[in-house]
RNA sequence: CGCGGGAUGGAGGAGUGGUACCUCGGGAGGCUCAUAACCUCCAGACUCCGGUUCGAAUCCGGAUCCCGCAACCA
């Protein structure tokens, strides 16, 4: 038994939640729920960035008090919990105030460190933006985002994270093989690195923006977003008391989070645990995007799959398998709703809703009493290894192969005939398919927990189980 | 030539030198226990151009297209 910590990206809450955000915080799900059916202790943790610029413009233009705004958003966050039926034991929000005073904290280890120092920052800001511009940026010396207008020139005096230390101690990190998933995506870290690694501002005044955390001693300056944001992975543990220790210095720690994250997971979060003195994250796992119909989804292509508009068409534990099995792993994934109801139909109605019925209907009409609660094996390690290296399409891709097997069985046993001409052997056969069915049940309680149950319910009871995956 | 990844039947995936595999979808049969389900069989593919090799989806070079790092958003 080991102790683990898992925990997703924290989604910024200026817009409902995204199917994306649903794959990541489900692949998240099924890792937990996975290791605490193998007899590990679990911590799994997800929330809400609640802090910075986008929010409190986007909470002013709809005219609402930013606390009110981020509230609001939390919940709808939140809600994901009973609609995904997640089996997290953390919600860490960046505006709660052990999370303040994390940040604060780890703030002032890095600057106790020597990491932290004020400097003047001059460049071009644009003020339809309320940001600073690159020079890459600029389209025709102009905000691409605003064109009418100029950008200005102004100097501002931010503090500054010496990120440029940790050139030599980031490789090291690296170089173990798992540190990042998929393998290609470390020796992107790793050649980003190489390309050489500039301090950046940390900071905003607090003038310019005020929705922040307020930096240590200095009631000038406001942290900027998220390096206030990437200490949710320990806040939400109570750094530095609680059960960090127990989860974050003697347990695994994984993180899970989308492709474009790798910078900011991978190197400047784990920049910032080497200067404060913190374990590293073991590992982080990168997924890949979901498009719809070929295209990044948008609300203004019209194109936006959201996850409540799953749950509501397919249920929860169908929405989970979808995004689980048919949606890769690490690779860029399309959907559209034509696939969608294929592969609920193919799989969900016809392959374990029906073979759960045909099953059940047998012995329910053939045998007297139900059968003992079968003896469990240890899992298929084609299971086990396919969801311990991330391929969790893969290792429902195993559990499907079972459900296919055994229609075949079925099909050429012929019980439903055996049982006309010899009873007991007829009987035999419907409690070894139950025994199956029951197992394949036992495999599904970390991806479809409620189908699971029904199913290991009907088996033991000797009962069919009414609409598991109702046609649509 | 900024860095990295990718392109396999209609769709989604597997396959790192030796008869291209799986799932869905399509077509034809079979069965009747089941949610018009299930089983069997059939058709159908390695982006393009070169090279290495007895032999290339796989290795090498080039081209095209797609994606992330890199402008509402995961």
Redesign the pocket.
Same mark, same amino acid.
């Given at each position: 038994m080991t102790n683990k910590y898992i925990t997703t990206?924290l989604?910024?809450v200026?817009?409902d939640p995204?199917?994306?955000?649903a794959?990541?915080i489900l692949q998240a799900d099924l890792l937990a729920r996975h290791w605490r059916l193998q007899g590990n202790d679990v911590f799994f943790s997800t929330g809400t960035d609640e802090h910075g610029q986008?929010i409190l413009q986007k909470a002013e233009e709809e005219g609402k008090d930013v606390q009110e705004y981020v509230d609001h958003f939390a919940e709808q966050f939140k809600k994901l919990k009973e609609a995904l039926n997640l089996s997290n034991d953390a919600f860490i929000r960046t505006t709660d105030e052990n999370h303040i005073k994390a940040a604060q904290e780890i703030w002032k280890r890095c600057e106790a460190k020597g990491d932290i120092y004020k400097k003047k920052y001059k460049g071009l800001y644009c003020v339809g933006d309320e940001a600073f511009l690159k020079e890459?940026?600029l389209?025709d010396g102009k905000c691409?985002?605003h064109p009418t207008m100029d950008p200005v020139e102004i100097e501002e005096e931010n503090y500054f994270f010496r990120f440029s230390n940790y050139q030599d101690a980031l490789p090291k990190y690296l170089e173990r093989e798992d540190s990042i998933i998929p393998d290609?995506?470390r020796?992107?870290a790793i050649?980003?690195v190489k390309?050489g690694l500039e301090d950046f501002s940390i900071s905003r005044e607090k003038e310019r923006l005020s929705w922040g955390v307020p930096v240590p001693g200095d009631d000038s300056q406001v942290m900027y977003v998220w390096f206030d944001a990437l200490t949710n992975y320990i806040s939400t543990l109570g750094w530095p008391e609680g059960d960090f220790k127990k989860y974050w210095e003697e347990g695994e720690t994984l993180q899970v989070?989308?492709?474009?994250?790798?910078?900011f997971q991978s190197l400047i979060w784990q920049a910032m645990l080497l200067s404060a003195d913190i374990k590293n994250t073991d590992q982080v796992f990168y997924h890949?995007?979901?498009?719809s119909g070929g295209a990044?989804?948008?609300?203004?292509?019209g194109n936006v799959i959201s996850p409540y508009e799953l749950t509501d068409k397919y249920g929860t534990d169908a929405t989970r398998y979808l995004l689980l099995r048919?949606v890769?792993p690490v690779?860029?994934?399309?959907i559209t709703w034509e696939?969608l109801d294929?592969?609920y139909?193919?799989?969900l109605?016809?392959?374990?809703?029906? +073979?759960? @019925? &045909?099953?059940t209907?047998?012995a329910e009409?053939h045998l007297e009493s139900p059968i003992e609660t079968p003896e469990l094996t240890p899992m298929p390690s084609e299971y086990t290894d396919a969801i311990n290296n991330f391929?969790f399409?893969?290792a429902l891709?195993h559990v499907?192969?079972l459900i296919?097997a055994l229609?075949?069985r079925?099909?050429?046993e012929?019980?439903?005939?055996v049982v006309k001409t010899d009873v007991e052997k007829g009987r035999e056969l419907i409690a070894e398919y139950l025994e199956e069915l029951y197992v394949i049940g036992v495999l599904l309680e970390a991806t479809l927990p409620e189908a699971s149950g029904v199913i290991k319910k009907s088996v033991l009871e000797n009962t069919?189980?009414e609409? +598991?995956? @109702? &046609?649509l």
């Open positions: 990206t989604p910024y200026n817009a995204h199917v994306g955000f794959l990541e986008k890459s940026e389209v691409p985002n290609w995506r020796k992107e050649e980003f390309n989070a989308g492709k474009d994250q790798v910078r890949g995007f979901i498009t990044k989804m948008s609300k203004s292509v048919h890769h690779d860029d994934s399309d696939k294929e592969w139909t193919a799989n109605v016809n392959g374990i809703g029906n +073979l759960t @019925a &045909r099953i209907k047998l009409t391929k399409n893969e891709d499907w192969s296919g229609d075949k079925i099909t050429d012929e019980p439903f005939k069919k189980p609409g +598991l995956f @109702a &046609r």
